[in-house]
């Protein structure tokens, strides 16, 4: 809801009760425990928004929520404030407290300037010790801001939590104009959504300017919701919002209104589309209109009292009018930056006449008796391109309205586009045959543009230097040299006013600012209107024109940016050179500076950036079409981890709740770091709060130190591991003495010994059964069973069934066969301290023959493994690991 500035007169109304009562503190308020004895009022001074709320409360406001009822924007207020929050009695009832932090004026009466007050705590003060200048009139305003303080007011919201009623009370009056909303309020962005749900396809800038069918509906517009859409990028942002939500693609969708008849036309004058001249008879068909703030754009003056004096640009659209052509005539705002129509005209025709006619209506608002002749010159200079009906219905004009008749001071009131001239040279210049493109055709044409300088060639040198060297070309140059075209175009020939005697007349060299007119034209209409419909999308245009430059006047910006496009920068009119992101300004072209030239090359900086690929896609966004995983860092200890993304994708697309069926919450084991960080993954799927990049960078973090700090041989910074070492330790429940691994990967292994010594009955080992979370897979397991390699079905058939045969490497316990003569060695005694023992005599060595010695031969255990499922139930997953790292032919290996 906007509230414009100019409806308060310097904070005050007329509706206001008066402003003694605001000095009476409020009343303590209590908890609304019996909801029947508050009723809504609504005092003096309020503002409502579609709904009846007070988005504005004033006085001794009172408005009740029904349990049942849906106030969009209750709970919020427009004005700049800060609020504080407490609950009471037991989180029943909420209460919010709002305090209004006034606003910040202009201390010049005329200002029209109101704005919002910074709401951090002490930013107020600090804004105002830097002395800032007030931005109204478009930055021009020599006033200081002031701070109005508003004292006396309360604010308070009371929520029943069970019930969803609501009560808001307010004391005390605003002795202050309401500052301009920045955001729009709840109401209105939903207001903006269903208006944006009819027609996805319109832009910011057509949803500015509105729609109007016939008379009797008049052109609505999103400016008419809110305020803070006449900031065309804020409602641009927020209509991206709402196609984003809705999941829209904006197609190009038509939209049209039926013809309606030609006289219908004059009755938009009640509603400022003002007709300031029409015409029916032959060759004086013609339809010329204007509003008000065009007409007084025209004839203003600026801080100096001087009048307008960029010049004037025009130029016909061919194409939007179905019948007749569109004559536009455009001047310089300096306020807005940009040029504006300052008189439209739909003609019939394009002869010299239907020019004139145009003309002659623009100059009589020029003969006033506050406009002197001078004035009255300078403001009406034009700018043409090169057409002869134009040009002369131009001259007509100012003979019959200004009584010129000389021709040369006709002479002086227009001059040639330069960009047309250009490129006239640049399309002559293909054809080959008639210029050599070895010599500098070019160069020497754009030098007639320039002014003829002391000591070099003159104009007609310059002149003869062309038609020498390039003969071929003496008829176009002859064109270009007519006393008519060449007084226009070229500035030695040009004739200049008397106040402009060096040349210098401010009027621009091209008329391209109208040419890309004819595209906003084009983009705000689809073209081909009947005449009625047609002057009704350019009014509706002015007036978006006109809501930006009364926008601009109160210093709110129109678009995003803390520097007006007319405004130089402090540093840059002293010569300081703007700090450059890029450590060395040159980056791979020829040296080109003098440090460069003289010192050698300079340091190669950061590579240019080039851009995308030639016929590259555009990337896809859409979250149904495709997927965003885990990136790459840029920091070096966080680098080399694809092993850790192949490895938790692959664990998330299993990832279900039955894993968190016997999870505690609690624990520092691995697997619980994996479950908690695909937790926070799905939370961001279901309820897209926060950034994706984040949960997985952080997720991917805490697993990583987590290894490191277990097993950190295996698992260091910045280098490569093993991810099936480190899915063996995400499922190893020995590692992870937790319920939550139970039933998801774990099998049984019954593994059963046998030797040569020992009988079935009685085996040298007893059967073992032990628990299994990978099933590893090895080329021994095909050889020893006679399986193809790639039979994987048929081996893990085998495992589950007969089993598979492995020899374990444990020797067999049985009594052995072969036993050893060999005599043991007796143990030397040792003598006791304090006493010699006697040299007792060796005796005499026994000697074994060889053929006794029989040598003990070591016998291992075979094993029978078999897979089965824990308890006859089978897991919800099954991690298979082919062993392929220890096989050197490729051929096997894949």
Not at 339 to 354: C, E, N, T
Request: proline share 6%.
């Amino acid at each position: 809801m906007s509230v414009p500035s100019s409806t308060l007169e310097r904070g005050e109304s007329e509706d206001l009760p008066p402003a003694e009562i605001t000095l009476a503190p409020p009343a303590k308020w209590e908890l609304p425990v019996n909801f029947e004895m508050f009723q809504t009022f609504i005092d003096h001074g309020c503002l409502l928004d579609p709904q009846d709320y007070p988005i504005y409360p004033n006085g001794n406001t009172t408005f009740v929520k029904a349990s049942t009822e849906t106030v969009t924007n209750f709970g919020t207020v427009g004005f700049t404030k800060t609020t504080g929050k407490e609950k009471r009695s037991k989180g029943t009832w909420e209460i919010l407290w709002v305090y209004c932090l006034g606003a910040v004026v202009c201390d010049l009466e005329a200002c029209q300037w109101v704005g919002s007050p910074p709401t951090g705590r002490g930013a107020v003060v600090a804004y105002l010790e830097t002395n800032p200048k007030c931005p109204g009139a478009a930055g021009q305003c020599p006033g200081k801001v002031l701070w109005t303080v508003c004292d006396g007011t309360a604010l308070r919201f009371d929520f029943h939590i069970p019930t969803s009623w609501g009560l808001l009370q307010h004391r005390g009056i605003h002795q202050h104009a309401w500052p301009e909303a920045k955001k729009p309020d709840k109401l209105a962005r939903e207001t903006l959504k269903a208006e944006i749900v009819k027609n996805p396809a319109v832009g910011a800038f057509k949803l500015k300017m509105g729609k109007a069918i016939s008379l009797d509906d008049p052109i609505t517009n999103v400016t008419d919701i809110h305020g803070s859409f006449i900031n065309t990028d804020c409602l641009r942002y927020y209509r991206r919002i709402v196609l984003r939500e809705l999941n829209i693609v904006p197609d190009k969708l038509g939209a049209g209104v039926g013809d309606k008849f030609i006289m219908d036309m004059f009755q938009w004058c009640r509603h400022g589309l003002l007709v300031i001249s029409a015409g029916f008879q032959e060759e004086n068909e013609h339809f010329t209109f204007q509003s008000k703030w065009m007409a007084d754009r025209l004839l203003a003056r600026d801080e100096n009292n001087e009048v307008y004096q960029g010049g004037l640009i025009s130029d016909v659209t061919y194409r939007f009018f179905e019948h007749g052509y569109l004559l536009t005539t455009s001047m310089f705002c300096e306020q807005t930056a940009r040029w504006i129509p300052v008189q439209l005209s739909w003609i019939r025709g394009l002869s010299a006449h239907y020019y004139q006619i145009h003309f002659a209506v623009l100059l009589r608002q020029m003969v006033r008796p506050d406009i002197t002749i001078l004035e009255r010159d300078i403001m009406a200079r034009q700018v043409v391109d090169f057409s002869l009906a134009q040009v002369e219905g131009f001259k007509a004009a100012l003979r019959e309205v200004f009584g010129i008749t000389d021709p040369v001071k006709l002479e002086k009131m227009v001059k040639g586009c330069h960009q047309h001239f250009r490129a006239q040279v640049s399309k002559i210049m293909r054809q080959t045959q008639i210029i050599t493109p070895t010599k500098s055709f070019q160069m020497k044409c754009m030098d007639l543009l320039e002014p003829a300088e002391e000591g070099g060639l003159d104009h007609e040198e310059k002149l003869d230097e062309i038609r020498r060297l390039f003969p071929k070309a003496k008829r176009w140059l002859d064109w270009w040299t007519m006393s008519d075209v060449q007084s226009m175009l070229f500035p030695s020939r040009r004739r200049m006013l008397d106040n402009y005697p060096d040349g210098d007349n401010g009027l621009p060299d091209t008329t391209n600012a109208l040419e890309s007119m004819h595209w906003v034209y084009y983009m705000i209409s689809s073209g081909k209107k009947c005449l009625m419909v047609g002057m009704v999308e350019l009014y509706a245009y002015v007036n978006v024109l006109e809501e930006e430059y009364h926008t601009v006047m109160c210093g709110i910006s129109v678009e995003y940016g803390s520097q007006s496009k007319m405004q130089v920068n402090v540093t840059q009119s002293i010569g300081w050179a703007k700090p450059t992101k890029r450590k060395f300004i040159n980056d791979g072209r020829p040296p080109d500076t003098t440090a460069g030239l003289l010192e050698g090359p300079e340091p190669v900086g950061r590579k240019k950036n080039l851009g995308r690929p030639k016929n590259s896609v555009n990337i896809d966004h859409n979250p149904y079409t495709t997927y965003q995983s885990y990136t790459q860092s840029e920091e070096e200890h966080r680098t080399n981890r694809c092993w850790m993304s192949a490895a938790m994708e692959s664990l998330f697309a299993l990832y279900n709740p039955l894993w968190l069926r016997n999870a505690t919450g609690k624990g520092s084991t691995l697997f619980h770091q994996l479950v908690t960080h695909f937790g926070s993954r799905t939370t961001y799927h279901l309820t897209k709060l926060g950034r994706i990049r984040t949960v997985l960078t952080n997720g991917q973090s805490k697993l990583f130190e987590f290894c490191n700090e277990k097993q950190q041989a295996n698992f260091q910074p910045g280098h490569f591991a093993l991810c099936d070492f480190f899915l063996e330790l995400l499922l190893d429940p020995k590692r992870n003495p937790t319920k939550a691994l139970a039933g998801l990967f774990e099998l049984v292994e019954n593994r059963v010994f046998s030797c040569d010594s020992a009988t079935s009955t009685s085996p040298c080992l007893a059967p073992q059964t032990r628990s299994l979370t990978t099933i590893t897979i090895h080329k021994s397991m095909f050889d020893e069973n006679l399986v193809e390699y790639g039979q994987v079905q048929e081996l893990i058939n085998l495992w589950t069934s007969t089993g598979l045969p492995k020899w374990p490497g444990l020797a067999c316990k049985c009594q052995s066969t072969a036993t050893n003569t060999v005599p043991k060695s007796q143990p030397k005694s040792i003598p006791k301290i304090g006493r010699k023992a006697l040299a007792k005599r060796q005796e005499s060595v026994t000697v074994v023959p060889l053929t006794e010695f029989v040598p003990q031969v070591t016998k291992y255990v075979r094993e029978n493994t078999r897979l089965a499922f824990k308890d006859d139930l089978a897991p919800q997953h099954l991690y298979f690991f082919n062993e392929v790292a220890s096989l050197t032919d490729q051929t096997i290996r894949d």
